[in-house]
């Protein structure tokens, strides 16, 4: 929690005039997820600085951690989806403005940020949107209904990918207010030092590996994108190519994809990986999680609009392999990009299993000094780009822009 401490000088010169400003962020629920954790982050910063940091959403896992971060949560319907409650959301949404004389809305999700739309415009308010995911739109209605994160009168999107995502198919409803704000990451909580060997000997107990194991880790929610069946496939051929004491972990929750548990265990028990591959559910200290592993994976088959294990990752020393899809490339330097000497992890083919085999012994192959050096080169490109200080100030300056603009 170092950002909670952090002084009014530490963030750019203009966001003094934030002090005492009561800034509202909107989310469905605050669980685990990118969008979620900013939500947080942004909550602490702006407290930091001594502004109100309201957060209108159900509730979730990371309250607790709002509230210690200074935040207040004030509990919200804006899961809801049913578009005659969310038509009654807008007034409710108002009224909360008024009573707690919110000066900014900060939409993080679709279906609210309908409805903070409608009350922001009706009370005259600076709105914002940050664009976390690459929404995905078939019909004219869904890209209808995916416009509204591009309606902000400042559209931040997390990656530039994600940045040219909206100037193709939104450029109407965003114009030039889209400005990239990577994701950042907390490197006082993300660093080697700050976890204990303890912490992650007890996870590797947890996940029922032994000493001498090598962990490969995807730590992701269980759904089919994110390419649980692409590493499992991959593990199989590791195996098949001798290369010894592997212990693949799936960490995340399945969000209720029952089906989708029962087809990876199905996949796992077909591959003849059951002493390799293992699902352990949700895991709440992720920095002993990638500290305990040997590699990361992020094998996903669908764009990701950031990618924030592989920065976390790198920030923690673990070397990582990542789908050259999506916004995940930006995070990791390799080549064709990027010389083998500047490399901080791999990129291989979305869905290409015999690749993604291929980089994962790569890295577990590495000698004591090119693991070091690329250890090095991984953390020195996290601190340079990807850092929560320069999120949370970034964020903070355009709450100060559009104050500035509205007074």
């Given at each position: 929690?170092?950002?909670?401490?952090?002084?009014?000088?530490?963030?750019?010169?203009?966001?003094?005039?934030?002090?005492?400003?009561?800034?509202?962020?909107?989310?469905?629920?605050?669980?685990?997820?990118?969008?979620?954790?900013?939500?947080?982050?942004?909550?602490?910063?702006?407290?930091?600085?001594g502004?109100?940091?309201?957060?209108?959403?159900?509730?979730?896992?990371?309250?607790?951690?709002?509230?210690?971060?200074?935040g207040?949560?004030?509990?919200?319907?804006?899961?809801s989806?049913?578009?005659?409650?969310?038509?009654?959301?807008v007034?409710?949404?108002?009224?909360?403005?008024?009573?707690?004389?919110?000066?900014?809305?900060?939409?993080?999700?679709?279906?609210?940020?309908?409805?903070?739309?409608?009350?922001?415009?009706?009370?005259?308010?600076?709105?914002v949107?940050?664009y976390?995911?690459?929404?995905?739109?078939?019909?004219?209605?869904?890209?209808?209904?995916n416009?509204?994160?591009?309606?902000?009168?400042?559209?931040?999107?997390?990656?530039?990918?994600?940045?040219?995502?909206?100037?193709?198919?939104?450029?109407?409803?965003?114009?030039?207010?889209?400005?990239?704000?990577?994701r950042?990451?907390?490197?006082?909580v993300?660093?080697?030092?700050?976890?204990?060997?303890?912490r992650?000997?007890?996870?590797?107990?947890?996940w029922?590996?032994?000493?001498?194991?090598?962990?490969?880790?995807?730590?992701?929610?269980?759904?089919?994108?994110?390419?649980?069946?692409?590493?499992?496939?991959?593990?199989?051929?590791?195996?098949?190519?001798?290369v010894?004491?592997?212990?693949?972990?799936?960490?995340?929750?399945?969000?209720?994809?029952?089906?989708?548990?029962?087809?990876?265990?199905?996949?796992?028990?077909?591959?003849?990986?059951?002493?390799?591959?293992?699902?352990?559910?949700?895991?709440?200290?992720?920095?002993?999680?990638?500290?305990a592993?040997?590699?990361?994976?992020?094998?996903?088959?669908?764009?990701?609009?950031?990618?924030?294990?592989?920065?976390?990752?790198?920030?923690?020393?673990?070397?990582?392999?990542v789908?050259?899809?999506g916004?995940?490339?930006?995070?990791?330097?390799?080549?064709?990009?990027?010389?083998?000497?500047q490399?901080?992890?791999?990129?291989?083919p979305?869905?290409?299993?015999?690749?993604?085999?291929?980089?994962?012994?790569?890295?577990?192959?590495?000698?004591?000094?090119?693991?070091?050096?690329?250890?090095?080169?991984?953390?020195?490109?996290?601190?340079?780009?990807?850092?929560?200080?320069?999120?949370?100030?970034?964020t903070?300056?355009?709450?100060?822009?559009?104050?500035?603009?509205?007074?």
């Amino acid at each position: 929690m170092g950002d909670v401490t952090r002084s009014l000088s530490s963030f750019p010169a203009d966001i003094d005039v934030l002090a005492g400003a009561r800034v509202l962020q909107i989310i469905p629920e605050l669980d685990a997820g990118g969008a979620e954790r900013t939500t947080v982050d942004v909550a602490g910063a702006l407290a930091a600085v001594g502004a109100r940091a309201l957060v209108a959403t159900e509730g979730g896992r990371l309250i607790g951690e709002l509230q210690a971060k200074g935040g207040q949560w004030l509990r919200f319907p804006a899961a809801s989806k049913n578009p005659a409650r969310m038509a009654l959301n807008v007034a409710r949404l108002m009224a909360l403005c008024r009573r707690e004389g919110v000066q900014i809305v900060h939409a993080r999700s679709r279906a609210p940020a309908w409805v903070a739309l409608g009350a922001a415009r009706r009370l005259g308010l600076p709105f914002v949107t940050t664009y976390h995911g690459s929404y995905s739109g078939r019909t004219g209605v869904k890209v209808l209904y995916n416009s509204v994160m591009a309606r902000g009168d400042v559209v931040i999107a997390n990656s530039r990918y994600t940045a040219d995502l909206i100037h193709r198919l939104h450029s109407e409803q965003a114009g030039d207010r889209v400005r990239v704000i990577h994701r950042g990451t907390d490197l006082a909580v993300f660093n080697p030092v700050s976890v204990g060997a303890g912490r992650v000997e007890t996870l590797r107990r947890a996940w029922n590996v032994a000493p001498h194991e090598r962990v490969i880790l995807l730590a992701a929610r269980l759904t089919a994108w994110k390419g649980h069946r692409v590493l499992i496939d991959a593990a199989a051929q590791m195996r098949d190519r001798g290369v010894p004491d592997l212990a693949v972990v799936l960490a995340g929750d399945p969000q209720g994809r029952a089906s989708y548990e029962r087809e990876l265990d199905a996949l796992i028990a077909a591959r003849g990986l059951g002493g390799i591959v293992r699902r352990v559910g949700h895991c709440t200290d992720m920095p002993a999680a990638f500290r305990a592993a040997s590699v990361v994976a992020v094998p996903s088959v669908e764009p990701e609009a950031f990618g924030r294990s592989a920065v976390e990752a790198q920030a923690l020393g673990t070397p990582v392999v990542v789908s050259d899809l999506g916004a995940v490339p930006e995070t990791v330097l390799a080549p064709p990009d990027a010389s083998a000497s500047q490399r901080t992890g791999w990129r291989v083919p979305p869905g290409d299993a015999g690749a993604l085999a291929s980089a994962l012994t790569e890295a577990l192959s590495l000698g004591a000094s090119a693991r070091d050096a690329l250890v090095r080169r991984g953390r020195a490109h996290v601190e340079a780009n990807f850092s929560l200080e320069r999120m949370t100030g970034d964020t903070l300056a355009v709450y100060a822009q559009l104050l500035g603009r509205h007074a």
